[in-house]
């Protein structure tokens, strides 16, 4: 059945004006914008992007899971060959390391390398509004054509991934997982070519980021519903399914298509699945609290979606799988909560749009001038908090692009002048830093957690909180010097104080650095 839509996408479009404006999609939205004709329908679907923009583009860098990997896109443009050993710690050097993320590390280093951190945040920040433009395409065409429902619930996926939009690799997977889920939609209601576009995604994906396992996830849930759907209607598969299944199989297959060989992705997410310190110590990875931003939103889109849902339209068997399967994920781990929110959307945008309230009907007459105004407001505001233009604004607008607290620039500059027997302890965000800034010291560890194993984790937590022998588990590993956050590991600044066997080499407002006595850890 096509919908409305696909209708007016074969209309003239000079019949464009008298259709109402919630019977449009972005390309004749574009279209009216350009000429002088924009409506308050049009702003629906415009503005959640151009926010999403400006959030973006005032983010900071913080050191966690962006240094050590463009650390490692250097040495794979410089080298020509992927790291499969570790190179960043003097506590797991030469430990065999799988790397699936290259080809994002590869990115972000020569985009880092082309235009610097502004160039950075703009491309992360446009990445992933391309992901959730995808995701409203979807919510549009789940919608009907009706841009406030679809507005409205990719404003709800948004509102649930937002303290997730970090500056690192993970933001070339939501633009695969917008593609992902721009596809399904499609094919939910009519069959689609474009479905065959999916193996070459996960081919690609397979290389940059592990939030393949998640667009996977979502299109295995899909393809089993609607084959065990058609198989119990009719005890047969059409084609239709037949070729959805090729896809399936046809896009895990593509997995394979990496360095390392068909085994790499299927090592890369047991090894990261089977090690306790990442289930334990990573905070992404930990179960979804309601006394927190994303706990409080999660449960908030996800009691309005079945309120929604129970007075307006029963789901799809895919889309109750997927609002199930990601819900429960999302509740056991909070890295999953972006994806469940993406997805989700096309299914909360037609229940929005089955019932009345959220049409062009009820919409009042539009007014072209205040439209344009509103637009060029948003616009501006784009602009000027674009990368470029950032440093310009007057405080406290005027961030810095670096998450300066956490992320020790001029201690590593001293430290790489002055400290090259330095063994360091760090906190690991600390340690990914310098992995890039002062790649001539390694560390004792950084933020790829299923590196180490859970007794590390144990010292790791005993030092940097100060514990009972914590001094003794810093001998056991020869550590002759004390990287040390000012704010958070105060209780460890006061013991090595306490201690008279640490001294202080160097301290500025953020970070000290304390030499063991008797060590040369310094010239």
């Known amino acids: 059945m096509q919908t409305d839509s696909e209708t007016m996408s074969a209309q003239p479009l000079k019949q464009a004006k008298s259709e109402p404006a919630s019977a449009q999609g972005w390309r004749v939205t574009l279209i009216r914008m350009l000429t002088g004709r924009l409506t308050l329908e049009d702003l629906w679907l415009i503005l959640p992007l151009m926010m999403a923009l400006i959030f973006l583009f005032n983010r900071q860098v913080g050191p966690a899971d962006f240094w050590w990997h463009v650390r490692t896109g250097q040495i794979i443009v410089a080298t020509g060959q992927i790291p499969t050993t570790d190179l960043f710690t003097f506590t797991r050097a030469g430990q065999p390391w799988t790397n699936q993320g290259w080809l994002m590390q590869v990115f972000l280093y020569l985009i880092l390398w082309a235009g610097g951190l502004p160039l950075i945040l703009a491309s992360h920040a446009i990445t992933i509004t391309a992901g959730y433009l995808l995701v409203e395409l979807a919510c549009l065409r789940a919608a009907g054509g009706r841009p406030r429902p679809a507005a409205l619930a990719t404003v709800a996926a948004m509102a649930i991934g937002i303290v997730h939009w970090n500056v690192r690799p993970q933001s070339a997977s939501y633009l695969c997982f917008g593609v992902v889920v721009y596809i399904i939609t499609r094919a939910r209601s009519r069959p689609t070519r474009l ?20 667009g996977l996830g979502l299109l295995s849930i899909y ?26 199989a046809a896009s895990a297959a593509a997995l394979g298509l990496n360095p390392g060989g068909p085994a790499q992705a299927v090592r890369y997410v047991i090894s ?79 229940a929005l749009a089955a019932g009345p309230g959220l049409t062009a009907q009820n919409a009042r007459p539009s007014k072209p001038a205040l439209n344009y105004a509103v637009l060029g407001v948003m616009a501006a505001l784009v602009v000027a908090f674009s990368p470029w233009a950032r440093p310009h604004l007057p405080a406290p607008l005027a961030r810095p692009y670096l998450a300066e607290d956490i992320t020790p620039t001029e201690a590593a500059r001293w430290l790489c002048q002055e400290g090259s027997e330095t063994r360091p302890f760090t906190n690991i965000f600390f340690a990914s830093y310098l992995a890039w800034a002062c790649p001539a010291v390694p560390t004792f560890m950084d933020t790829r957690f299923e590196l180490y194993p859970t007794a590390m984790w144990q010292d790791y937590i005993r030092i940097i909180n100060a514990q009972f022998g914590w001094e003794e588990r810093l001998a056991h590993y020869d550590v002759n010097a004390l990287f040390v956050q000012k704010e958070s590991e105060k209780e460890l600044i006061a013991a090595a104080q ?22 040369r850890a310094t010239p």
């Open 195 to 214: 479905i065959w576009a999916l193996p070459p995604l996960f081919a690609v994906w397979g290389n940059l980021h592990g939030g393949f396992i998640f």
């Open 223 to 248: 393809t089993a519903a609607r084959v065990a759907q058609e198989w119990l209607a009719e005890r047969r598969l059409s084609r239709a399914a037949w070729r959805l299944l090729a896809v399936a």
């Open 272 to 350: 990261f699945l089977a090690s306790s310190a990442t289930l334990q110590r990573n905070l992404e990875f930990q179960p979804l609290n309601i006394r927190e931003a994303d706990g409080m939103v999660f449960f908030a889109v996800l009691l309005l979606t079945l309120a929604v849902l129970w007075r307006r339209r029963a789901p799809t068997a895919d889309q109750l799988g997927i609002l199930v399967i990601f819900g429960l994920a999302g509740l056991y781990a909070r890295r999953i909560v972006p994806w469940y929110g993406m997805a989700l959307g096309p299914t909360l945008a037609g």
């Open 498 to 519: 306490a201690s008279g066997r640490w001294q202080t080499i160097y301290e500025d407002q953020f970070a000290i650095i304390m030499q063991r006595t008797g060590s």
